[in-house]
């Protein structure tokens, strides 16, 4: 069974960093595109990165875009998000979630992990 | 960036209940339309994927439906596992977006 798993998230000063990580398993890791998606407390869901299979293309909402960097690491099975210069805005739970595309496509989303906590407050 | 726009926001609806969630894309996104359930305290689910695709484990009383622009999930006949919120999603881009949500909740 496909399993992703969140880690990293907690409490950090606006201004600050922190890098999420996740943890895949069960499946060819690099073969599938991956996401991270974002729901503040209370709100709905909100798409905040993708990177390709290889890595070799990496997208952003407007929200993050030059605040956070996704990468991905296929020896390890590891996807990762370096989220910088955190704003209060930015506090939501982050899911980590798995492509149906692969081959530098790009499809929804069918298997999400169970998410980690980011809360941004001095 | 395609903006997604989803109605009703609030459902209120009894066992048994036919129920439709309307989704309307700013611009044209074929069939690249997804449907999520997501539960209070939980990860999004997977319901229909390419605006009509049933994904496998998923009840028959779910169907979408819609292309271009509009885009219509139904429940058919609702059962108490499907009190939670909806949402759709387009990924005709790179940049994937998501509707507000709807919530299915009892009467």
């Known amino acids: 069974e496909v399993q992703l798993v969140e880690s990293g998230g907690g409490l950090v000063q606006p201004g600050g960093s922190l890098r999420l990580s996740c943890a895949a398993s069960?499946?060819?890791?690099?073969?599938?595109?991956m996401s991270w998606v974002r729901q503040a407390p209370g709100k709905g869901l909100e798409w905040v990165s993708g990177i390709s299979d290889s890595g070799s293309g990496t997208y952003y909402a407007d929200s993050v875009k030059g605040r956070f960097s996704i990468s991905r690491d296929n020896s390890k099975n590891t996807l990762s998000l370096q989220m910088n210069n955190l704003r209060a805005e930015d506090t939501a739970v982050y899911y980590c979630?798995?492509?149906?595309?692969?081959?530098?496509?790009?499809?929804?989303?069918?298997?999400w992990g169970q998410g980690t906590l980011v809360t941004v407050s001095s | 960036d395609v903006q997604m726009t989803q109605s009703p926001s609030t459902v209120s609806a009894s066992v048994g209940d036919r129920v439709t969630i309307t989704c309307r894309a700013s611009q044209n996104i074929n069939s690249w339309l997804a449907w999520y359930q997501q539960k209070p305290g939980k990860a999004p689910k997977l319901l229909i994927y390419k605006a009509s695709t049933l994904e496998s484990g998923v009840p028959s009383r779910f169907s979408g439906s819609g292309s271009g622009t509009g885009f219509t999930l139904t429940i058919s006949s609702l059962q108490p596992d499907d009190f939670a919120t909806y949402y759709c999603?387009?990924?005709?881009?790179?940049?994937?977006?998501f509707g507000q949500g709807t919530k299915v909740e009892i009467k």
């Open positions: 999603q387009q990924y005709s881009s790179y940049s994937k977006t």
């Open positions: 979630a798995k492509d149906y595309g692969s081959g530098g496509y790009f499809y929804h989303l069918d298997y």
């Open positions: 069960a499946f060819t890791f690099s073969n599938y595109a």
